[in-house]
């Protein structure tokens, strides 16, 4: 079974230091991992996933996250936080069994970013 | 092109009462998932469509809980007889299809409170 625990239900930082997000998951079979964001009162958006190809992984607005399988980790980092990163970010991996996939993500319980001035 | 859409964004009902949440796909996707988000329990998946079948209902909390896909385009969650514990905001969110490499699209939401 595949899980997912993001740890710090809340980050502040200051506007134009790093941001790192945790996010370390467990998983039966090699896992796809994404990261998605939501901005209040709206559904997520993907920012970037990892699907078994390059272990560093680019996505939208200058986030970037690494898989690192020895510490079964995938943390989210910018280098600068901008005043408009400030939203709840959600890792998640795939439900997958070697019988198949569903397909559905299977969410942590999500870090609230804020980012003061 | 269009996103997901979702109807109503908001809905207030009374414990006891059925409830019908719609969502839209985007046009061309063949998968169709439900989720719930509530502050106890954060995102929770409920059920999956490909095309007009799910195959898997175990994600549904309970038999008060149905849903169905027609045309394969538009989904529709039933909840008969709410209860309080109900109250949360459902997600719908679409992908071209069954498959753990696609991108997952997510409407904005339906807030359901049961008062």
């Known amino acids: 079974a595949q899980s997912v625990t993001q740890l710090g239900s809340h980050v502040s930082v200051s506007e134009g230091a790093l941001v790192l997000l945790r996010c370390n998951y467990s998983s039966s079979v090699p896992p796809y991992l994404f990261w998605y964001v939501q901005y209040p009162n709206q559904g997520l958006q993907l920012l970037l996933k990892?699907?078994?190809?390059?272990?560093l992984v680019k996505g939208i607005n200058g986030f970037e996250a690494e898989f690192k399988k020895s510490e079964t980790s995938f943390h989210l980092t910018k280098p600068s936080a901008h005043m408009s990163d400030a939203a709840e970010y959600f890792c998640?991996?795939?439900?997958?069994?070697?019988?198949?996939?569903?397909?559905?993500?299977?969410f942590g319980k999500g870090t609230k970013l804020s980012v003061k001035p | 092109g269009a996103g997901v859409s979702q109807s109503p964004s908001n809905k207030v009902t009374e414990k006891g009462k059925d409830v019908e949440l719609r969502c839209d796909p985007i046009s061309g996707h063949t998968a169709l998932y439900w989720y719930r988000q509530s502050l106890g329990q954060g995102l929770e998946f409920l059920i999956y469509f490909q095309g007009n079948s799910a195959p898997d209902k175990s994600g549904l909390p309970s038999d008060r809980f149905s849903a169905e896909r027609t045309g394969g385009s538009v989904s529709t969650l039933t909840i008969q007889r709410t209860q309080q514990e109900d109250s949360a905001v459902y997600l719908c969110?679409?992908?071209?299809?069954?498959?753990?490499?696609?991108?997952?699209?997510f409407g904005p939401g339906t807030r359901l409170t049961v008062t």
């Open positions: 990892y699907t078994s190809a390059a272990t």
């Open positions: 969110a679409s992908s071209l299809a069954v498959d753990r490499g696609y991108e997952q699209y």
């Open positions: 998640a991996v795939s439900d997958q069994n070697y019988g198949g996939s569903q397909g559905n993500l299977i």
